[in-house]
């Protein structure tokens, strides 16, 4: 079985910074794709950043050059790095991985989720 579990988030101040993490956990065999999606208020769910294990990374426009993804693979854990964050950058962050475990074919798994609160 595998679980990602996320870090906190928590409430910012417009311009300031957070980084989030996600650890995986259980009978790894290997992490291919990860990253975050997110989710407002009312809004659908976007994705945020997706990186491959070759290392190409895909941004959302919106926060291409604010927001950093990078991975440790000894730990078996990447990072959301979000800087200058703005009020709409409030949501709820869900990370994911594409991870092939023992016994078990490459799948999707999520993290639990953790708010993001961007506000004076």
């Known amino acids: 079985q595998v679980q990602l579990t996320e870090s906190e988030g928590g409430l910012v101040q417009p311009g300031g910074s957070l980084r989030l993490s996600c650890a995986a956990s259980?009978?790894?065999?290997?992490?291919?794709?990860v990253g975050w999606y997110r989710q407002a208020p009312g809004k659908q769910r976007e994705l945020v950043v997706d990186l491959t294990k070759r290392g190409t990374t895909t941004y959302a426009d919106s926060v291409k050059g604010r927001f950093t993804i990078s991975m440790d693979n000894s730990k078996k854990t990447w990072y959301l790095q979000m800087n200058n964050l703005k009020p709409e950058d409030t949501a709820t962050y869900f990370c994911y991985g594409n991870i092939y475990a023992y016994s078990t074919p490459s799948l999707y798994y999520w993290g639990q989720g953790t708010s993001v609160t961007v506000s004076p």
């Open positions: 259980g009978s790894i065999v290997t992490i291919n794709t």
